[in-house]
């Protein structure tokens, strides 16, 4: 397990940000390739109205 670890940190590291962009900028200002996904929950995080919509996609 020891040996997997370290070749983990030994190795490329990319890096793909969901969410918070302060996050984002940092891990660039070190000089590692990342990319910002913009995601979002459904319907802004409105549980009720998330379902609304995905029985709107199901029809």
């Known amino acids: 397990m020891a040996n997997q670890v370290n070749r983990l940190f030994a190795s ?3 890096v793909a940000n969901v969410g918070v962009d302060v ?6 200002a070190q000089h590692v390739p990342a990319v910002q996904v913009d995601w979002r929950p459904p319907a802004g995080g409105d549980a009720r109205m998330a379902e ?3 029985k709107l996609r199901d029809l």
Do not use: D, K, R, T
């Open 52 to 54: 609304i919509l995905a």
């Open 23 to 28: 996050f984002y900028h940092a891990v660039l």
């Open 12 to 14: 490329q590291l990319w």
